[in-house]
């Protein structure tokens, strides 16, 4: 059977329940009852939870073989807490684990040895990279993983779809009765929204920290009536891999182009009026929009209403400038971002629910008008890929790319025509992560696409004089150049299920086979 | 025979790459300046000169460079690699040469007898490519004049700064006094010769500020352009370069005016109390060419 994005859903995944994706907003009106998690109530009697280590935490939990743990990924590369969970796992000798992971990536090598030698045989995760994702798409793993968006993440939660049994949220601060912060530590993350929905619906949390403070720790992103038990270590993560000293302005003349182009689209549509609202990523050419926006908006005598999402330094300088009126931050790129979450009462955090779950009453970026993303490839179809490389390997992060898309009143990719010898603008993605649907504009180096769903969008930017080509054009400029890549080899195994965000099937990845060279 | 319109094309913007960097020279008329200048002579390696003319070979023949002009700077006369570059810059098809460290009307003799050569094995049209000179030392500079002189397909000499600052022995530091003299005699021979003036690079790429103001100096001092290392320095270049909307107006009126009194036998007259006759064409002309360039002017002449 084919979802709405011509993808082949294998007949198994419908045998086992999994829906083809019909589109963005097939899932109206939906029902449904939300699940609770199992709690113990606190022993009135003990004034704290902390605990010894992370042995002791595991035994007093009651872990056993097949649960689910969940991480966040709010300390990025700079992570401990997986490794450091996971070796007490291998050396305690569990096996058949399931991990929930935000997002994972190349701070916690030890993964993939576990799913190399089955102590982990379930991940669902929004990024997966490096030695993670070859060992996933090498067909090591023994279930089918679930790739699932920021949002789509939690509605699983919600609906039951992932049982958390223990939660591992690592935290800069935290006092002895399980109030923990995202700052106030030796390594800060700012805001933990990433791990407020996990500690609310697992049925077990358990809070590490490096910094033990006072009772109460407030303000706190985690409330201590979600926690169990608290641990302190030596080390949470590497404050450098954390956080930079502050997200880097490109000098790229091509990411420079793309960006001033970006702006110039965004300046010629009906959205782009006082009080917008914004969402961008910290890569080249979104910083460099966020940037070039200040000359427009001071210029235009407007200013942006708010701005959701991740956070950067150059996005507070826009708000200390008056030229934002406030941002609802989910995640914290840089010590400029994190030193004025909560400092600045107009940048505060909210949870990944309120930023992007699809299955509440109304997410923030429900009422988004503008998204600057990137994109590994796109298609004639403007179907956008993130997940996966030019070799067919998991090496990349849904995140919350579909969930915006989906909601912003425009999206805009912004990327290079071709990186190195890899075309970006292609005839299909190796996989769809965010379905064409979703992708009003493509604004690359060798010039501007519009969706033509969005004819409204194409008569704007036709008078205001900015030039755009049918996307096929773009196609064949990017082959004409580097050529017309084979198609990738994949074996018929499903490795990892591409969730969308309603929870249906967006697309599958499958096992790579071994690199050969083709006869003709 | 070369065309003056070749010759005299706009090059406000002159922009240096190395040809050994295939992700330079692949799509960087992307950025839109008026030329570019493969380098073969500094930003490549003495043992890469050949690599680089192979890169340099195969770009030309197969990249649509969308009607940006392809310069080729050249090794230096006495290095034993500036007839390769020549062979192969011709047989590739490119627009003109950048004779590097030209001193004198000689140097230019020189070249153009191994491009007419090289036109001859390679069957371009003989006379086709076109020839610059970039002065480097203070003997150059005095030889302005001959050097612009020197052949039928020179369009224009360039200034380098780097080599002549050396040669001067000063720093730069001084806010561009100490190439004042040299630019004054540069840009005076090249209008004396009816070519076109170029000035040096600016290499401080963070210095956006310092680099807008050495482009309105060289601007006003009658400069026709200016070498650039970085696709960042381009838009202000021709923005500085960008004439106002009150002297494009200007410059159609006159335009319309010189015409239509011609078409009535009509040589000299007044407009707004001022006499204009022929004379003033060429700069209305220019100055509409400018607006063009710079996407200002989208009437009919």
């Known amino acids: 059977m084919k979802n709405s994005v011509g993808r082949e859903i294998p007949r198994e995944l419908i045998e086992q329940g999994w829906q083809p994706y019909q589109g963005k907003d097939a899932y109206n009106g939906t029902e449904f009852q939300k699940v609770g998690p199992k709690i113990k109530v606190a022993d009135q009697g003990s004034e704290e939870k902390v605990l010894n280590s992370i042995e002791e935490a595991i035994r007093a939990c009651g872990l056993k073989d097949g649960m689910t743990l969940s991480f966040h990924h709010h300390f990025r590369d700079g992570d401990y807490i997986v490794e450091t969970v996971m070796r007490e796992i291998v050396r305690l000798g569990f096996r058949d684990m399931k991990l929930a992971c935000s997002s994972i990536g190349s701070a916690a090598p030890i993964v993939a040895d576990c799913i190399e030698t089955g102590v982990v045989t379930g991940l669902t995760t929004s990024g997966i990279r490096d030695r993670i994702g070859e060992a996933v798409s090498h067909g090591k793993l023994k279930d089918i993983a679930i790739l699932r968006t920021h949002g789509g993440r939690i509605r699983a939660i919600e609906q039951g779809k992932i049982h958390i049994d223990v939660a591992f949220v690592g935290a800069p601060s935290c006092d002895a009765y399980g109030n923990a912060s995202g700052k106030g530590g030796k390594s800060n993350c700012g805001s933990l929204s990433y791990a407020e929905i996990?500690?609310?619906?697992?049925?077990?949390?358990?809070?590490?920290?490096?910094?033990?403070?006072?009772?109460?720790?407030?303000?706190?992103?985690?409330?201590?009536?979600?926690?169990?038990?608290?641990?302190?270590?030596?080390?949470?993560g590497n404050p450098k891999k954390i956080a930079s000293?502050?997200?880097?302005?490109?000098?790229?003349?091509?990411?420079?182009?793309?960006?001033?182009?970006?702006?110039?689209?965004?300046?010629?549509?009906?959205?782009?009026?006082?009080g917008f609202s914004f969402q961008t990523g910290v890569g080249g050419p979104s910083i460099a929009t966020t940037i070039f926006l200040r000359e427009h908006l001071k210029e235009l005598g407007i200013k942006i209403g708010w701005i959701v999402g991740g956070v950067s330094t150059h996005m507070v300088n826009l708000m200390k400038e008056g030229l934002v009126g406030c941002i609802a931050d989910v995640q914290d790129f840089d010590l400029g971002a994190i030193e004025s979450l909560g400092t600045d009462p107009r940048h505060f955090d909210i949870?990944?629910?309120?930023?992007?779950?699809?299955?509440?009453?109304?997410?923030?970026?429900?009422?988004?008008?503008?998204v600057i993303l990137s994109a590994l490839e796109i298609d004639t179809d403007f179907n956008v890929?993130?997940?996966?490389?030019?070799?067919?390997?998991?090496?990349?992060?849904?995140?919350?790319?579909?969930?915006?898309?989906?909601?912003?009143k425009c999206c805009i990719i912004v990327t290079p025509l071709v990186r190195g010898r890899i075309p970006t603008?292609?005839?299909?993605?190796?996989?769809?992560?965010?379905?064409?649907?979703?992708?009003?504009?493509?604004?690359?180096?060798?010039?501007?696409?519009?969706?033509?769903?969005?004819?409204?969008?194409i008569k704007h930017l036709n008078a205001a004089g900015i030039e755009h080509v049918d996307i096929h054009t773009l196609r064949d400029k990017a082959y004409s150049i580097v050529g017309q890549p084979d198609d990738i080899q994949f074996e018929d195994r499903v490795v990892a299920i591409v969730e969308a965000r309603d929870g249906t099937v967006m697309d599958v990845v499958r096992q790579v086979k071994p690199f050969s060279i083709s006869e003709d | 025979m070369i065309s003056t319109d070749r010759k005299n094309r706009l090059r406000r913007s002159m922009m240096f790459l190395s040809a050994q960097r295939p992700n330079l020279i692949r799509d960087s008329y992307l950025f839109a300046p008026d030329s570019l200048i493969f380098d073969l002579e500094d930003a490549v390696a003495e043992n890469q000169k050949d690599s680089a003319r192979f890169s340099l070979y195969h770009a030309i023949k197969n990249i649509d460079y969308h009607g940006v002009e392809r310069l080729v700077r050249i090794n230096a006369l006495d290095t034993p690699h500036w007839q390769e570059d020549i062979r192969v810059s011709v047989a590739a098809g490119i627009d003109g040469i950048r004779i590097a460290k030209c001193e004198s009307a000689q140097d230019v003799h020189t070249v153009e007898t191994a491009v007419a050569a090289a036109e001859e094995e390679f069957g371009r049209p003989i006379g086709s490519v076109l020839l610059m000179a970039a002065l480097e030392s203070p003997l150059a500079v005095l030889n302005a004049l001959e050097i612009s002189k020197a052949s039928p397909r020179m369009f224009g000499i360039a200034l380098s700064g780097g080599d002549f600052r050396r040669c001067m022995r000063t720093t730069g530091k001084g806010g561009g006094v100490d190439m004042f003299t040299a630019r004054g005699l540069m840009v005076l021979s090249a209008r004396a010769a009816g070519v076109q003036c170029f000035d040096t690079v600016y290499t401080d790429l963070d210095d956006l500020e310092g680099f807008e103001k050495e482009t309105q100096l060289i601007k006003h001092m009658g400069f026709d352009g200016k070498s650039i290392v970085n696709p960042r320095q381009i838009k202000i270049v021709h923005k500085v370069f960008a004439p106002s909307q009150e002297e494009i107006q200007e410059a159609e009126r006159v335009m319309i005016a010189i015409r239509e009194n011609a078409e009535k036998g009509i040589g000299i007259f007044q407009m707004d109390g001022k006499m204009l006759d022929i004379a003033f064409m060429e700069g209305a002309e220019r100055t509409i060419a400018l607006a063009k360039a710079s996407g200002l002017y989208k009437g009919d002449l």
């Open chain 1, 198 to 236: 996990d500690v609310m619906y697992a049925d077990q949390v358990v809070v590490i920290t490096d910094t033990l403070v006072p009772f109460p720790n407030k303000p706190s992103h985690i409330e201590g009536i979600y926690v169990d038990y608290v641990v302190e270590v030596n080390e949470i």
């Open chain 1, 245 to 274: 000293a502050a997200a880097r302005m490109t000098t790229n003349p091509k990411d420079l182009m793309i960006a001033e182009d970006c702006v110039r689209v965004m300046r010629a549509l009906p959205y782009f009026v006082d």
């Open chain 1, 351 to 370: 949870s990944v629910s309120e930023y992007a779950n699809p299955f509440n009453k109304g997410a923030f970026i429900n009422k988004l008008d503008f």
């Open chain 1, 385 to 408: 890929n993130v997940l996966t490389g030019s070799d067919g390997v998991l090496r990349g992060a849904a995140g919350g790319h579909p969930d915006t898309a989906a909601c912003a």
């Open chain 1, 425 to 457: 603008v292609c005839d299909r993605v190796v996989t769809v992560t965010t379905a064409g649907d979703s992708i009003d504009v493509l604004v690359t180096d060798h010039g501007i696409a519009v969706n033509p769903l969005r004819q409204d969008l």
